[in-house]
């Protein structure tokens, strides 16, 4: 995800319009053979797909893509790459520029859009009374996101295990939102602390998950439990945020019936740090700039993905309970690295996390045409653990407060 901004001056992109997000999907459409799709008939264009890649948009006009599956972050890399080499070509004409950053550095709310899709009319009247902060979650946050196989049951519940104990370090390892309406946020990621005050029926670490019986069952459970956004039916809706979807499914609501689409749309209305899907989608950093936005996938596929790396995983974490990982996320917004877990630095868990994290890129052993294996998309990350920074602490550096701020951010987040 990106914000899109006026370079001239840092105004939030418009929906609409000739210099508007839509502008910029018709012409991807028409440049780069992507394909146009409304949510109903005489809609918006809001999405748009291509083979098995999708691009799509945030409530703000934040423009999301959704890449194919692939096998090697090194394709990931590439594909993200020639994504912005469509895109900035269509966005220099209109003046447009891309930032990687987890929290819109200028944009009050007043200033965003809204895109005109179904369901983000409903999350804009009922977020929040769940959370003081669910509105700038939907239009003023950005996050990358690394979606990950599983081969079964056993292997889902020991990789989203894993994932959710060391959410928190990963957010502090990618905290990237330090500014707020053109101010400095007085924190590494404010994007981390937005999540922290959306709605807990949907959000958050997943209690239930840390018990020795977790299973696929135990997520449906939970999900059927959590009230619903609305039910769609064509081009048509009914806000339905009065029933969890289990008792939709047994009463109904207004003469329709549950069907197998209204689950899997109330499936994609739940926003855990580590959501169950098709794929286990880990979810916990903030955006980042073009030679970043590569490290998550390559992070999580050493941790995930070998054998011995997640055996050590597993190790590392073996100590946490859900209560202590959550009790460390307020901390760890604020102070990234230096906030701490379990009574250790951040840092230090960042360290060992990332070691395991080469050693198993290293054994898995996927190679690009010059002979390097997927550690080489971690060298970024690396330096900044090393140096005991985030992100946001890097791009901190150097800000000169005597100047004018966009094009500093410009500079050090654009994607």
Known sequence: EKFGVYVS????????????????????????GWFAEREHDGGEVIMLRRGDASITLEPGAQLELSGAPLTSTHQTCAEFRGHMAELRDISDELGIGWLGLGFHPFARQADLPWVPKLRYGVMKSYLPTKGAL????????????????????????????????????????????????GAPAG????????????????????????????????????????????????????????QTFRTFMNEGKDGLTATYDDWLTHLNTLFPEVRLKKTIEVRGADAQPTPMVCALPALLK?????????????????????????????????????GELAGRPVGEWARELLAISEAGLERLGHLNRRGEDERIHLSKLKALIEAGKTPADAMLEGIDEGEPLLPQVLEKARV
């Not at 889902?156 to 309406?181: D, G, Q, Y």
């Not at 997520?219 to 609305?230: G, H, K, R």
């Not at 941790?303 to 990982?325: I, N, P, W």
């Open 9 to 32: 001056d840092g105004r939030p992109v418009p929906f609409e319009g000739e210099r508007g997000i839509q502008s910029v999907l018709l012409e991807l459409c028409d440049r780069h």
């Open 134 to 181: 669910a509105l700038d979650m939907m239009r003023r946050t950005c996050t990358v996101q690394a979606n990950f196989d599983f081969a079964d049951e056993a292997d889902a519940i020991r990789k989203i295990r894993v994932s959710l104990a060391l959410s928190p370090v990963v957010t502090a390892m990618f905290a990237n939102s330090p500014w707020i309406e």
């Open 187 to 242: 924190e590494v990621t404010h994007r981390g602390r937005v999540w922290l005050e959306v709605d807990p029926d949907r959000s958050g670490l997943l209690p239930f998950a840390w018990a020795d019986d977790f299973s696929y069952r135990a997520y449906v459970e939970w999900a059927l439990d959590v009230p619903m956004f609305l039910v769609k039916r064509g081009g048509k809706i009914v806000q339905n945020t009065d």
């Open 302 to 338: 050493g941790v995930l993905y070998d054998d011995d790396a997640l055996a050590a995983a597993e190790s590392l974490v073996s100590g946490l309970d859900h209560d202590v990982v959550e009790a460390s996320r307020a901390g760890i917004a604020k102070h990234g690295l230096r």
